[in-house]
């Protein structure tokens, strides 16, 4: 299971922080993602992090503004987001697996301009 939080209503500008708390002893050998979905709109890829968190991919639309990290330690994911836009506003999810095979419950970002 995946646990979402850190979600909120704050202005553009400002910054943000995602964590995603996972259960199971499978994580630290996982890749992981996030994804989110605007309203009235497809779920989009937003980042991801090969299982040491050495390696990330981020979406054009996120780079230079939004960092993914982990902490297997502490079965953790984070999203760090920066300079947050309008088009931000999404729930965003996060993802476990090469294959998408596990989706949290998502949490919803909401930038106000």
């Known amino acids: 299971q995946l646990q979402a939080s850190g979600g909120g209503l704050v202005q553009a500008g400002d910054s943000l922080r995602l964590s995603c708390v996972a259960s199971g002893r499978s994580f630290g050998s996982a890749v992981m993602g996030w994804f989110r979905q605007p309203p009235g709109k497809e779920r989009e890829f937003v980042a991801a992090?090969?299982?040491?968190?050495?390696?990330?991919y981020a979406a054009d639309s996120v780079k230079g503004r939004f960092t993914i990290s982990r902490d297997n330690a502490k079965n953790t994911l984070y999203l760090q987001m920066n300079s947050l836009k309008p088009e931000d506003t999404a729930v965003y999810y996060c993802?476990?697996?090469?294959?998408?095979?596990?989706w949290g419950q998502g949490t919803l970002v909401t930038v106000s301009s």
């Open positions: 993802v476990k697996g090469e294959y998408l095979e596990v």
């Open positions: 992090v090969n299982w040491s968190g050495i390696t990330t």
